[in-house]
């Protein structure tokens, strides 16, 4: 049969009473609503949250965050060079700014008043990544399916990010690689 003890009688090691920290009715502030608290506030904590006082110890490196501004999301560009036409991407692709890019592809392919551009048939478009700041799942789902669409009109899509890690780590992480091959730099991907 089991003790009908109380919860005290379970309780083991310093209650926040005995340290001096706030608890439920008590009128005092924590250290996140005040700001901070007293060394003997920290030294408390750590007896209590040996964890805390390691973390405490730990370097921190700022982060870099970059402003938000009024101006585009993403910018995309295109331009012919030879038999490939080069579409320069910069900023940020996601759901919101996917369909930009496949609007700028289909721009470039088919140019007002129909016919092909400067005359000669696309062999190839080359998206050129390097100035990409964000690249989302949905970003991603847009380069393949862009890549599917244009293959199925004999044109090959190459993908430059040359060091850019933002398109590098989720393109690894979606294992993007064993289907498409990012190229260095854009004039491996012209030759390619």
Not at 73 to 92: D, F, I
Not at 173 to 186: E, I, S, T
């Amino acid at each position: 049969m089991r003790s009908q003890a109380g919860p005290s009688a379970r309780r083991r090691g310093p209650r926040l009473s005995d340290v001096g920290l706030p608890h439920a009715g008590d009128d005092r502030r924590t250290d996140a609503a005040s700001g901070g608290g007293s060394d003997a506030d920290e030294a408390a904590l750590g007896e209590v949250f040996p964890q805390r006082q390691a973390k405490a110890d730990r370097i921190t490196l700022p982060v870099r965050v970059a402003p938000m501004t009024d101006g585009p999301l993403m910018s995309a560009a295109a331009a012919r060079v030879g038999s490939a036409v080069v579409l320069t991407v910069g900023g940020e692709v996601d759901l919101y700014t996917a369909p930009q890019l496949v609007d700028t592809v289909v721009a470039a392919l088919h140019p007002p008043g129909g016919g092909t551009p400067a005359g000669t048939p696309v062999e190839s478009v080359v998206a050129d990544l390097t100035e990409v700041a964000f690249l989302s799942s949905a970003g991603l789902g847009t380069l393949v399916a862009l890549a599917t669409r244009l293959g199925d009109d004999g044109i090959v899509l190459r993908l430059v990010a040359g060091g850019n890690k933002a398109v590098t780590r989720p393109w690894t992480a979606m294992h993007l690689g064993d289907r498409f091959r990012l190229y260095p730099d854009l004039p491996t991907a012209l030759d390619g």
